[in-house]
């Protein structure tokens, strides 16, 4: 099954990502399964939708039940993406009666994420209807479900910010100030890669108008991000940029106030609230 092209849905960064949740939940093995099941009884189950949103995690799934058990076989019956009400059946799984349980939990916790993201997603986008703005996401993730968690924003049709700490220089208001100001941060950071042969994208983080100046003055970035401004300043701060370099509004942006900021034509927004603050899908295995 194929996954959204992003670099970091790699085969052995998902297949790491299941076992060590795995190692995390079964342990030395799932003894409620063990315990109650015959070791040579097989059955069925399907993913009941019990709520209404965007389904995700689709293609994470048969991955998670191959990994617990090869024997597993799951039929897709919706796509990720894919809107889902009340009652919808997503797939079934067949197989092991013992696999299917240990499976059941990991299945449900990714895809309750997952779809929970991917709808909040959905929604905001809805409100950036008729303007140029893309929706971000940022490194508010929960520890060691950012694969998931990055993916989910893709299928809900945003898209990502950095990964991580590797993949792009993000210089924030502490990098800004302990490097002695804008100009110097950028400056030093130039410096940091020329020395170590990196070659990654720079954006700089401004709070005011004057720091904005002070961005395109030295030049030598990628993007602008326009950190806690007001729709005025934004709109000032786009005009001042003029299109020299990409826009990016952050910054306590919410579903009442994201609409107004796509307004002042900045090019991208950041939403930390997609990943931190969201609620999940109620979604059940359930045997038939």
């Not at 063990?34 to 189950?45: E, Q």
């Not at 019956?77 to 499976?103: M, N, Q, Y």
């Not at 401004?229 to 826009?247: D, G, S």
């Not at 609409?259 to 991208?268: F, H, I, K, L, P």
Request: charged share 20%; hydrophobic share 45%; with cysteine.
């Amino acid at each position: 099954m194929q996954t959204p092209l992003a670099p970091y849905l790699t085969p052995e960064a998902l297949t790491s990502f299941i076992r060590t949740a795995l190692a995390e939940d079964v342990g030395d093995g799932d003894h409620s399964a063990l315990a109650a099941i015959p070791a040579a009884a097989r059955n069925r189950a399907h993913l009941l939708v019990k709520g209404e949103g965007i389904l995700a995690g689709m293609a994470l799934a048969p991955l998670i039940f191959h990994e617990v058990d090869p024997a597993l076989q799951m039929t897709a019956l919706l796509a990720d993406g894919a809107p889902v009400k009340h009652g919808d059946i997503a797939f079934t799984v067949e197989g092991p009666a013992r696999s299917i349980l240990t499976a059941e939990r990991l299945v449900l916790n990714c895809m309750q994420r997952m779809s929970g993201i991917a709808t909040y997603t959905a929604h905001l986008n809805t409100l950036l209807a008729g303007t140029t703005a893309k929706l971000l996401d940022t490194r508010k993730t929960t520890p060691n479900f950012r694969l998931c968690e990055k993916w989910a924003v893709l299928i809900g049709g945003g898209v990502n910010h950095r990964y991580g700490l590797f993949d792009m220089i993000i210089l924030k208001d502490n990098h800004v100030d302990y490097a002695g100001g804008v100009a110097q941060a950028i400056a030093a950071t130039h410096a940091y890669l020329a020395k170590t042969g990196r070659q990654l994208p720079i954006e700089i983080e401004t709070r005011s108008l004057a720091e904005v100046q002070q961005a395109v003055d030295a030049g030598g970035i990628d993007r602008i991000m326009l950190d806690n401004m007001n729709p005025e300043q934004l709109r000032e701060a786009v005009a001042l940029i003029n299109e020299r370099y990409p826009t990016e509004a952050s910054g306590g942006i919410t579903e009442q106030t994201i609409a107004e900021v796509a307004r002042t034509g900045v090019n991208y927004i950041s939403v930390g609230a997609l990943t931190h603050s969201v609620k999940s899908l109620d979604l059940s295995l359930k045997a038939f």
